[in-house]
């Protein structure tokens, strides 16, 4: 079964770190990466530009809205995720507590509903 | 006969339910298909064991008896609904594999694997709380919404969404590994605890006790003691064991509160203080100590005491010490002080619980200051009293503790 870890943290801590401490935590989530491909879990990742970069699009009555900025303003934003292929909800949060975010900011744990094409 | 055969399902019922509702539920994969399936079970026992006789091992016969009916209700429900078909098919190769119906070490397993399920972290707390009570104790809903003060169609959602969540997260039927294990038996224990804890001091409402909760608890607690006998599991049911001797003694003849120091001791129950003491002692000599052993300590000494001045002050104080490095809370800083002031004198113990309240750590925790308002009146501070019990009394939600505070804070103001 598929999970997608999204990884929650305030987006200013990381341009405010010292170049050094940016590049130990860079080099945790390549580790991170390397030790879950190795162990079969890993499907995909992408880390995110900042919010700053978002823009929010709906259609309403066939017309196109387009605004600055994330659907939702909170204090953790998304930076980042892992879809991961787990035995279950345990393994899943075996995978997740590894996480580097899981020790900067927070994991979020939701599994994939795959729908079947009829 | 046929009446005869009634009561001896009923008693089966009630003795061995749980149990094969747990087994059903690691054979079908599903707790609502497997609740469905431990009902079809009964229905037919009560149809068949007049005519058929009572089988030799009616939990065998109800666990297979239960697994044919799900699988009717299977193969019904995937002809209507292609979505089932994947549960289908995981439910076939699970049936298919008759050894894990055999009774056995995996019978007493599949209860440790409802418990430890039932208290999945993933879960909302109160979620844990209300599966655990309707799963494992099998109480009804209602029965729980009435004893937590809450809606039953509020408590009836709760389970709805927490069975959803297993089902469509895939939170495992599992007992946790070896390394997972101690956290995941914390959270069990933490469930227990705030059901005993619900059913002891309710947190809100008119009466102390309620009862009930406070006897779940201890069963739930007696059975995982018997299928996982950790050190930790012992020392709670140890500590609620030992509360619970106190039960009669804790309530006046007309609901009043009475403290420890005022209880009379000829009414706490000797068979309860026996076994909780003895249940202490087996996981002290584990050497793996934790919190709920240390409290259960703490209130064995209480137990052994013939009065309140008659107790052990130092060794209580001793066990709270150590309590304070395996848990330090404020909470127990605060019941240490407690210990501390009847050791050392009140004015030792208020030094502590000022300092603790400065902190602010406790300011909106009514205990502490009944606390400071109990040692302010024994050095003669009247007017502090007064002002703490008034803060106690602002912050307190039960009635019982409302009236207790009360004729303290009327006998210090006929003192002035």
Known sequence: ?118 | MAEQVRHMVDAVYRSDSRRVLATLIRLVGDFDLAEEALHDAFAAAVERWPSDGVPGSPRAWLVSTGRFKAIDAMRRRARFDASVGELARRFDAAANDATELEEGDGVEDDRLRLIFTCCHPALAPDAQIALTLREVCGLTTEEIAHAFLTPAPTLAQRIVRAKAKIRDARIPYVVPTHAALPERLDQVLRVIYLVFNEGYAASSGASLTRHDLSGEAIRLGRLLVELLPEPEAMGLLALMLLHESRRVARTSPTGELVLLADQDRSLWDRDQIAEGTALVERALSSRRIGPYTLQAAIAAVHAEAASAEATDWVQIVGLYDVLERVDPTPVVELNRAVAVAMRDGPAAGLAIIDALLARGDLDDYHLAHSARADLCRRVGRTADARRSYQRALDLTRQEPERRFLERRLHELGLNV
């Open chain 1, 1 to 118: 079964m598929k999970y997608l870890c999204m990884i929650y943290s305030e987006e200013g801590a990381w341009g405010k770190m010292p170049p050094a401490e940016q590049e130990k935590w860079l080099g945790e989530y390549f580790a991170f990466s390397d030790g879950i491909k190795k162990s079969g879990h890993y499907v995909g990742s992408n880390a995110l530009q900042p919010t700053p970069t978002a823009t929010t699009v709906r259609v309403r009555n066939g017309k196109v809205s387009t605004t600055d900025g994330p659907f939702v303003e909170t204090k953790e934003q998304l930076g980042g995720y892992y879809l991961i292929e787990a035995k279950d909800l345990n393994d899943a949060i075996q995978v997740a507590a590894r996480c580097p975010g899981a020790r900067h900011g927070s994991v979020e744990v939701r599994p994939i509903i795959e729908y079947e094409r009829p």
